[in-house]
């Protein structure tokens, strides 16, 4: 029985060596591309972040490296550590991460002005190039950042801009939402009126402008065309512009529609 555990013993120890000298290999020796595509894939993980400090010794000037050792730590709210690297990246590379910088600050600090800063930045180093920041247009995004100031009058520049950018057709409909929530805001319900049927004739669907109508009619005093939108509205609410990682400034709740309806229904 002795010799059996000596024997187990022994084995053990050879496989903690040989994993431990294949963790060696994998963190300091292998391929760099290898280790930052295993580190990209499993972000967040222990050995991800060990593989990214020990590439940042190795390569400090791939910009890379911190973006993509960034992007855990900005998914799970740790912006403190996740802007380190971010401003790193940034300060190595602006024009490649200048808008996802922009974008993270306007989509889930709030920090309006300071996502501002970056995209207006960012617009003055790809002269005569409109820019998408993280696959959005970026006026849509300066639009959404003029607007969470209370900015209405350069919101709906910025909106409008983005209509001109991408083309009717092809504009995201939010654009035409913000425009009517934005021309709401400073009493221009003709023109926002405007914009949530310019939504509306892009997708019926578009539970943002049936509940900005609704507002619409019953500062109108027209009940029964503001109840029609609402009903219009809770109907299509599973259609609203969402996303589970952030809460859009334009977001919508069912709560909207219960709080509107008992003052037009009474």
């Known amino acids: ?9 022994l084995i053990l120890a050879s496989l903690l060596t040989v994993y431990s000298v294949v963790i060696i290999y994998m963190l300091v020796f292998s391929p760099k591309e290898q280790r930052y595509d295993y580190a990209s894939h499993f972000q967040g993980v222990a050995l991800s972040q060990s593989m990214f400090e020990i590439l940042k010794y190795q390569d400090p000037s791939n910009d890379q490296i911190y973006f993509e050792q960034s992007v855990p730590y900005n998914k799970r709210g740790y912006y403190e550590e996740g802007f380190q690297l971010l401003d790193k990246a940034v300060e190595l590379k602006p024009k490649m991460h200048l808008g996802y910088r922009g974008y993270m600050k306007l989509r889930f600090l709030r920090c309006f002005n300071g996502a501002l800063e970056d995209f207006n930045r960012l617009d003055t180093l790809t002269p005569n190039f409109v820019d998408t920041p993280w696959g ?7 639009g959404e950042a003029y607007f969470g100031l209370k900015n209405y009058d ?12 991408q ?4 504009v995201d409909i939010q654009a035409f939402v913000y425009l009517g929530l934005s021309e709401f805001e400073i009493g221009n319900y003709e023109k926002a009126k405007e914009h949530f049927e310019k939504a509306l004739d892009k997708s019926k669907f578009t539970a943002e402008a049936h509940i900005g109508l609704a507002r619409i009619y019953f500062e109108n005093g027209d009940l029964t065309k503001s109840e029609f939108h609402l009903d219009t509205a809770e109907k299509y609410f599973n259609y609203k512009r969402n996303d589970p990682y952030n809460e859009y400034l334009n977001e919508i709740y069912k709560a909207d529609i219960a709080v509107l309806r008992k003052s037009v229904v009474k």
């Open 1 to 9: 029985m002795k010799r059996f555990f000596k024997i187990l013993k």
């Open 136 to 142: 959005e247009d970026i006026d849509l995004l300066r």
């Open 154 to 165: 350069k919101s709906i520049v910025h909106f409008k801009r983005s209509i001109e950018n």
């Open 167 to 170: 083309g009717e057709d092809w």
